[in-house]
């Protein structure tokens, strides 16, 4: 099974910050890699897909970039809505998997 | 609007049976992969199932292998995972998701509000 180690796994922030989250794959991927944001109590929202594409809506100050097996999400400038938990997913091959998750917290 | 509506979820005992449905709205339902992805309360994501468009292909996570089958019926646009053997570890809250495009390789782009199994005696 593939494995995703993603980090920091928890990271301290403020508004207008930029913020650089870091997904690692345990083998090749291809860039078959998705980054979702989930709030409390809410289900998932899908922000990249294809390691670097922007699913439709989401703003542009959200970012995705890879090299090689490593994988980055940046969030150029936060705003106070982007204060939540993000998850890295690899679909390149079953079983997909998840990565431990990174809780952006207001400093 | 699409939309995903999971049903089933309940408190079970230990060793016990539940079928959770998803029903599906918006889209062309048989046009698209579908997953069951969970998630333990305070914990991470971990996804458990997954079926190809036309139902032909279907995917475990190692944790549930052997224990849990997903289905879906076309004709009523509706999603199922029927659980066996449940353990304390399968307590969770358990989302219905839809993948972006026919295959799974390019995200789930909805889901659904979660519907809540616990296990416990």
């Known amino acids: 099974d593939i494995q995703l180690t993603q980090s920091p796994s928890f990271l301290s922030a403020s508004v207008g910050d930029r913020v650089t989250i870091t997904c690692r794959a345990s083998q090749g991927i291809s860039s078959y890699l998705a980054w979702y944001q989930q709030k409390p109590g809410k289900a998932p929202k899908l922000l990249i897909y294809a390691a670097s594409t922007l699913q439709s809506g989401v703003p542009s100050r959200f970012s995705g970039s890879e090299s090689g097996t490593e994988f980055t999400l940046t969030v150029s400038s936060l705003h106070p809505e982007d204060f939540a938990t993000y998850y890295c997913?690899?679909?390149?091959?079953?079983?997909?998997?998840f990565g431990g998750g990174t809780k952006v917290e207001i400093k | 609007e699409v939309q995903l509506l999971e049903s089933g979820g309940a408190l079970v005992q230990p060793g016990g049976s539940l079928r959770l449905s998803c029903a599906a709205s918006?889209?062309?339902?048989?046009?698209?992969?579908m997953s069951w992805v969970r998630q333990t309360p305070g914990k991470g994501l971990e996804w458990v199932s997954g079926i190809s468009n036309s139902g032909a292909s279907t995917n475990y996570a190692d944790s549930v292998k052997g224990r849990f089958t997903i289905s879906r019926d076309s004709s009523k646009n509706t999603l199922y995972l029927q659980m066996d053997r449940l353990g304390v570890e399968d307590t969770a809250v358990y989302y219905c998701?839809?993948?972006?495009?026919?295959?799974?390789?390019?995200?789930?782009?909805?889901w659904g509000q979660g519907t809540t199994v616990t296990v416990s005696s």
């Open positions: 918006g889209f062309t339902f048989s046009s698209y992969a």
């Open positions: 998701a839809k993948h972006r495009v026919i295959s799974y390789y390019y995200g789930i782009d909805v």
């Open positions: 997913q690899q679909l390149n091959s079953y079983p997909l998997t």
